[in-house]
């Protein structure tokens, strides 16, 4: 899915456009133990709790591509048998009335979902009747989608504090109580491609660049995602430093740093709906400008398909962070704006290493502003 199709599936998760008439929870404290199960038909809720349920669903398609909204593939052969399709299908089919089924349905997720801590699993089956422009005088549709969403949201004890009671006037213990917080991971099923129903993908979101949940993914779809985003970023750190070894210096950073988040800005103004990716030929195209010899290259194009799979395509958001630019010694760390690395540079003074920072412009320390001297003129 793209983020055109994504963001039209969104905006019609809401409570005056959907058509979902009912949402199934399964609350599971933090033993794995269902607390309640409980089916709230949309159409008794009042406005308030039916837009705080919708809003959690609606999560679910957010965030980046790629990061946090990662495409799930089943096989063919999946999709002909497997258990994992065909219990996800007779949700879907049956729009979650089958009892068995979400029975069977939560009790994959209490086995593989750990948060340390209690969590609310949501689910809800939906038709969004697609509209396709036939002309001039209005819309016609000849598409129905019909998908499940699924939210699982950590429920967090607050503390006790006082609450004001508009009748008496007066402040008192509002007790602990258990709040619904955003969801940690949930999916999308079947997919929405070309704007239509494909029953061989889906979307998976997880809300942290660290934790994929893998052994979720397993049991529910049966297939491997790749590595969390954080994960792809240090992997592709290590791999700059250990395959370049001794040729990587600032400038090559700066040069692969630089040339990715130009690609990520030019992709963003072009206003392209399919999701930006690179391949280790991107890479290494800058790697040769900056002179590296062919012996780490060799190094590198191996240590790539080993970390990211062979000739795999990656998110370079995944593997860079285009708003940051840090250098990093055991003491001191450097905040850079991504535009401005040309300020930094690196020498050798008297067989002392040293980091260079142009000061030409104002300079602070500890939020004073402070003269630079030049070393044999007298203070001002």
Do not use: W
């Amino acid at each position: 899915m793209n983020i055109k199709e994504v963001a039209e599936v969104r905006r019609h998760i809401r409570r005056d456009r959907s058509n979902m008439t009912a949402i199934y929870g399964c609350y599971v404290n933090d033993d794995k133990q269902i607390i309640s199960e409980f089916r709230s038909s949309t159409g008794m809720m009042s406005e308030n709790e039916g837009d705080k349920y919708f809003g959690l669903l609606r999560k679910t398609l957010s965030g980046t591509i790629g990061k946090h909204l990662i495409d799930i593939s089943f096989k063919t052969s999946q999709v002909m048998d497997s258990p994992e399709h065909k219990l996800l299908m007779g949700l879907r089919q049956s729009s979650l009335a089958d009892e068995a089924l979400r029975t069977e349905f939560y009790q994959k997720v209490i086995e593989t979902v750990s948060l340390d801590q209690a969590y609310l699993i949501l689910l809800g089956c939906d038709t969004y009747d697609v509209p396709f422009k036939k002309d001039s005088s209005g819309e016609d549709s000849n598409e129905s989608y019909k998908f499940l969403l699924c939210a699982i949201c950590p429920v967090k004890l607050t503390k006790a504090t006082l609450h004001y009671v508009p009748e008496e006037k007066l402040f008192h213990d509002g007790g602990i109580t258990n709040v619904v917080g955003s969801p940690e991971l949930g999916f999308l099923f079947p997919a929405f491609d070309n704007r239509a129903t494909n029953i061989y993908n889906a979307l998976y979101y997880t809300r942290s660049v660290k934790q994929s949940h893998e052994a979720f993914v397993d049991m529910i779809f049966h297939t491997p995602i790749p590595k969390p985003a954080e994960a792809q970023r240090k992997s592709f750190e290590a791999i700059l430093s250990n395959a370049l070894a001794e040729e990587c210096s600032m400038e090559v950073v700066q040069s692969v740093h630089e040339q990715l988040a130009q690609r990520i800005a030019l992709h963003k103004e072009s206003k392209v709906a399919e999701p930006l990716l690179i391949c280790k030929e991107d890479v290494t195209e800058v790697l040769t400008g900056c002179g590296i010899t062919d012996a780490h290259m060799s190094k590198f194009s191996v240590d790539y398909d080993e970390a990211f799979g062979f000739e795999a395509p990656v998110h370079p958001k995944n593997i860079i962070d285009e708003k940051k630019f840090v250098i990093k010694t055991p003491d001191v760390s450097i905040k850079v704006a991504p535009d401005r690395t040309d300020l930094i540079e690196t020498r050798v003074i008297g067989g002392v290493k040293y980091i260079l920072i142009n000061a030409e412009e104002d300079v602070e320390v500890n939020g004073v502003s402070i003269r630079i001297h030049d070393g044999n003129a007298l203070p001002v």
